[in-house]
């Protein structure tokens, strides 16, 4: 029913800055909070940001102070602003409704690759 798709994705030197969008085919603010994922290789898959419908919005905290989830109703699209960007960044970025506060989760997107190398 829900469909998510990520772009914006990239190779950036570390120190760099990245945005990636979603494009949510629902409205976000319907009482939905959405995040924004990741899973390097190896490693789980962890939420890293999140944001209700009011703005409200938590991080992970490895990425607090660096990283800007925003939502832009108009376009049905949630950014995620990323600054000062760190090779330990380098994952598969996914964003998805944060089943933590009562919606369900939709089916995972294919997710934008972000790599970050000198």
């Known amino acids: 029913q829900v469909q998510l798709v990520e772009s914006g994705g990239g190779l950036v030197q570390p120190g760099g800055s990245l945005r990636l969008s979603c494009v949510f085919s629902?409205?976000?603010?319907?009482?939905?909070?959405m995040a924004w994922y990741r899973q390097a290789p190896g490693n789980r898959r962890e939420l890293v940001a999140s944001?209700?419908?009011?703005?409200?919005?938590e991080y992970v905290a490895s990425v607090k102070g660096r990283f800007t989830i925003s939502t832009d109703n108009a376009k049905n699209t949630m950014f995620l602003q990323m600054n000062n960007l760190k090779p330990e960044d380098t994952a598969v970025y996914y964003c998805?409704?944060?089943?933590?506060?009562?919606?369900?989760?939709?089916?995972w997107g294919q997710g934008t690759q972000v790599t970050v190398s000198s």
């Open positions: 944001i209700a419908s009011g703005g409200r919005a």
């Open positions: 629902g409205n976000i603010f319907n009482n939905k909070v």
């Open positions: 998805n409704v944060d089943p933590r506060y009562g919606s369900a989760r939709a089916d």
